[in-house]
């Protein structure tokens, strides 16, 4: 063994320099990593650092879930998921399909799921970011009704576990084109669910929430 001051490189905390915002930084990411749990570590990491460079939303959800698609064709969706897509896309209104494309890879997203919902919606190169973004709570949720929980859930400035309350003229939209797109749910239906809401619309400052449509007395939301 070498003795001490034989050419041997000694190191001392003096001698390593250690940049300021490193521990900060790396702590925080281990948090994110935790929280999301991405399916694919390595993908999600060059995600979530290059979304810090550019100055942009990283992929990290808001609160831990459970993990989510094991196989290559699990939806691999979540509500966690589906907030960070419309906190990274949901400004822009109109997306570019590969900008989609990138942030659907970006949160270890199956391609499958992506373009079933491309192709549920007709969509083109440029897409109305909502009426995606109603698809996809939809594929999530299962049936309309659960959708619209979900949808209000995301979109609402509610505090988390609050009333989840969206503008109705908002609901209205994104209601009517899921209804749209379901194809069984008739112009009648949806104006009764419109004219039973606006009562409670009326008393609440313009807005909905889900306690409203959920209540028993609401005419159905779906077929």
Not at 37 to 54: G, M, T
């Amino acid at each position: 063994m070498p003795a001490v001051g034989d050419d041997v490189p000694m190191y001392c905390s003096q001698q390593i320099n250690i940049p300021p915002d490193l521990p900060d930084i790396l702590k925080q990411f281990t948090k994110a990593a935790i929280r999301t749990q991405p399916n694919d570590v390595l993908q999600w990491s060059s995600a979530y650092f290059h979304a810090l460079a550019k100055g942009e939303t990283p992929p990290v959800k808001e609160r831990l879930e459970m993990p989510i698609a094991t196989q290559k064709t699990d939806t691999g969706l979540t509500a966690g998921i589906l907030s960070v897509l419309n906190r990274q896309l949901g400004p822009k209104k109109l997306v570019k399909l590969a900008d989609l494309e990138q942030k659907w890879k970006d949160n270890c997203l199956p391609n499958e799921r992506l373009y079933s919902l491309i192709q549920l919606g007709s969509f083109g190169d440029e897409i109305e970011w909502l009426k995606f973004f109603a698809l996809a709570c939809s594929a999530l949720a299962g049936n309309i009704t659960s959708a619209m929980k979900v949808i209000c859930e995301i979109l609402t400035r509610d505090p988390e576990g609050g009333a989840a309350r969206i503008p109705f003229d908002l609901f209205k939209e994104l209601y009517t084109y899921l209804a749209q797109i379901d194809g069984e749910i008739s112009e009648e239906q949806i104006e009764s669910v419109f004219t039973y809401l606006q009562y409670h619309v009326d008393k609440q400052s313009g807005v909905v929430q889900p306690r409203n449509f959920l209540n028993p007395d609401c005419p159905k939301l779906g077929p």
